[in-house]
Nanobody, 126 residues
Framework: QVQLVESGGGSVQAGGSLRLSCLASGRTFSTYAMGWLRQAPGKERDVVAAINWSGGSVYYADSVKGRSTISRDNTKNTVYLQMDSLKPEDTAVYFC???????????????????WGRGTQVTVSS
């Protein structure tokens, strides 16, 4: 069973950058699809980026495309989200998520992620 712990959130000014990290426990991390989701107050939790088990396939929501990069290092059981040119509308709690079972597909729908971290707050001021 995969357990996830996010880090790297914080407060930045618009135009700044942050790199979120998600450390996963478990020896089979490399077999799970991963994603980063975010939830702003009063809004649904949406996928902002996703990556398949190998890192060969990635997905970005239109809202972050061109400004964010998802990557993973299976030797370190870690998935990253590099966010650049941050905007106030990026303010949210960011969650790392993994599928419940090993898969070689790219997962982009929130209900298909069965394991979640507790989240890390990202606040972007104008």
């Amino acid at each position: 069973q995969v357990q996830l712990v996010e880090s790297g959130g914080g407060s930045v000014q618009a135009g700044g950058s942050l790199r979120l990290s998600c450390l996963a426990s478990g020896r089979t991390f490399s077999t799970y699809a991963m994603g980063w989701l975010r939830q702003a107050p009063g809004k649904e939790r949406d996928v902002v980026a996703a990556i398949n088990w190998s890192g060969g396939s990635v997905y970005y929501a239109d809202s972050v495309k061109g400004r964010s990069t998802i990557s993973r290092d299976n030797t370190k059981n870690t998935v990253y989200l590099q966010m650049d040119s941050l905007k106030p509308e990026d303010t949210a709690v960011y969650f790392c998520a993994a599928t419940s079972a090993p898969t070689n597909t790219l997962v982009t729908d929130p209900p298909d992620f069965g394991r979640w971290g507790r989240g890390t707050q990202v606040t972007v001021s104008s």
